[in-house]
């Protein structure tokens, strides 16, 4: 687990000085010294026997570390996306627990509020079955409110609050909008499968792909879909069906434009003892 780095920062006389981030100069001190801290827990990481980070975008850490020098009053988006039953809701809900317990100024936003609304279409095929089996692809980027999302997205990033619409995960396909009030906080997480979309991954400061074997994946939608939903087995194994090919078709392609892939079947402990650490190297100033 990281905290040999953690023991490490708490006990070493090295501590920098608050910088003056109202000058360029405090912040590109800032930079390097996160930079330095990013590469040494990233290279902590990799020794693990189950590592949470995967794979790191080469040029990811010199370039967020000018987005923080140049425009430091923007607010901080992280874009999380992954196949259906990668790790994305749990990973979301286990951060939000720790940043909540570190009062850590957070909002969390799923992109599954973003799908289009298609109760008109359930009405007309009878459910939600017979529309998907009648060839509608929902998990396609066309099955988004794109424009809305990025919309909204750029209002966070400006430290607007706004209000997102919110899908009815009830099989009846309606949409309502402005429905979920989303504070602006310093940083925003967006999970959900449209998140790396093209037109929307740009505005991102950080985004994560995260990934498990399929093996894993199955196992999770099917108990899922069959103990918490109710679902039929031979359906829930039909809807897998289509999701596999859908992942592979929109969400799998998004995997190139991550700065981090993260491990979705690692340990949700390590992974709030690294939000831990990043929180304690932001804020261990004297």
């Given amino acids: 687990m990281i905290y040999p780095l953690l023991t490490n920062e708490l006990n070493s006389n090295d501590k920098l000085l608050k910088p003056d981030l109202t000058q360029k100069s405090g912040r590109e001190l800032l930079a ?59 990973i979301c809900a286990q951060i939000q627990r720790i940043t909540q317990d570190l009062s850590l100024p957070v909002s969390i936003l799923s992109t599954d509020n973003y799908f289009k609304d298609i109760s008109a279409l359930i009405s007309k095929y009878g459910d939600f079955d017979k529309l998907r089996d009648s060839g509608y692809d929902i998990d396609s980027p066309n099955g988004f409110q794109l424009d809305t999302l990025y919309t909204d997205l750029e209002n966070l990033s400006l430290g607007n609050d706004i209000k997102s619409p919110k899908y009815l995960p009830n099989g009846t396909g309606v949409s309502v909008p402005n429905a979920i009030p989303v504070k602006a906080e310093k940083i925003t997480i967006i999970e959900g499968t449209a ?92």
């Fill in 32 to 90: 390097f010294y996160l930079q330095a801290k990013l590469k040494q827990l990233i290279a902590f990481d990799k020794k693990c026997e189950n590592p949470m980070i995967l794979e790191v975008r080469q040029d990811f850490i010199p370039n967020f570390s000018k987005r923080l020098i140049n425009n430091p009053d923007k607010r901080l988006l992280i874009g999380i996306t992954g196949a259906s039953a990668s790790g994305k809701s749990t």
């Fill in 195 to 286: 998140t790396l979309f093209e037109g929307i991954k740009d505005i991102f400061d950080v985004k994560i792909y995260i990934e498990a074997p399929d093996n894993i994946r199955k196992t999770r939608f099917m108990q899922r879909a069959v103990s918490e939903r109710n679902q039929d087995y031979e359906n829930a194994l039909k809807h897998w069906d289509y999701l596999i090919q859908a992942g592979e078709k929109y969400i799998l392609p998004t995997r190139k434009e991550a700065d981090f892939v993260v491990n979705g079947d690692a340990d949700l402990d390590y992974l709030s003892q690294i939000i831990e650490y990043l929180h304690y190297i932001t804020n261990s100033f004297e």
